[in-house]
């Protein structure tokens, strides 16, 4: 399967834009998109901010392959694992510093500002005992993905998805912006003047 140059382009974007924003160290994190029975997916260690063609490698879809075990990324069974059961078609992972640090002290993280409330009034932490990599990540992260656009797994980061890999990015970016809020919030040591994420209707969703 040949790798288009639009296709490239999108990962080399948002792979820029997650390294600029500090979300990952220089060699982690992974993206990927869904591409008839085949998965196009970052490489084991590539440089998201340094994207080459040859950074992007083919997986199948149903089933583990040579490039799974050996040359993509240490993540592959859990992006193939959310495309099997979720309607995602682009999934973006970044270790976001503020959602992976509330994740360490919260079951859940509720959002508190207005667009987070709006967007995605909370943000469900999945706990593993090996939180990289494992197939237990796999099979916890994709029912949590089934009814919310991202989740967290704890110490470890965010998996996000979209239609689209841009789509992705708006999650991933937009769920650490609502928990760096919180983590702020929580710096300042006193209580909200309004918690609306208290109120009717919120808890229901």
Not at 19 to 30: I, L
Request: hydrophobic share 40%; with cysteine; glycine share 8%.
């Amino acid at each position: 399967m040949k790798i288009d140059k639009e296709t490239f382009n999108s990962f080399d974007l948002v792979g820029k834009d997650l390294s600029n924003r500090g979300y990952n160290s220089s060699h982690a994190g992974n993206l990927s998109m869904k591409s008839g029975g085949k998965i196009i997916i970052t490489r084991r260690s590539a440089m998201l901010g340094w994207l080459q063609p040859e950074d992007l490698v083919v997986i199948d879809l149903e089933e583990e392959d040579a490039h799974s075990g050996l040359i993509a990324s240490t993540e592959s069974n859990v992006h193939r694992n959310i495309y099997k059961h979720t309607d995602a078609m682009a999934i973006v992972h970044a270790h976001a510093p503020a959602t992976t640090a509330l994740s360490m002290i919260e079951d859940e993280i509720t959002c508190i500002d207005g667009e987070g409330m709006f967007l995605y009034k909370k943000i469900p932490v999945v706990e593993c005992d090996i939180p990289v990599g494992s197939y237990e990540v796999a099979e916890k992260v994709a029912p949590a993905l089934q009814n919310y656009p991202a989740i967290v797994v704890r110490a470890h980061g965010v998996f996000a998805k979209g239609v689209t890999l841009e789509d992705a990015l708006g999650v991933l970016t937009g769920v650490e912006q609502a928990a760096d809020i919180i983590y702020r919030v929580k710096l300042l040591g006193q209580p909200l003047k309004r918690d609306y994420s208290k109120e009717k209707g919120f808890t229901n969703w």
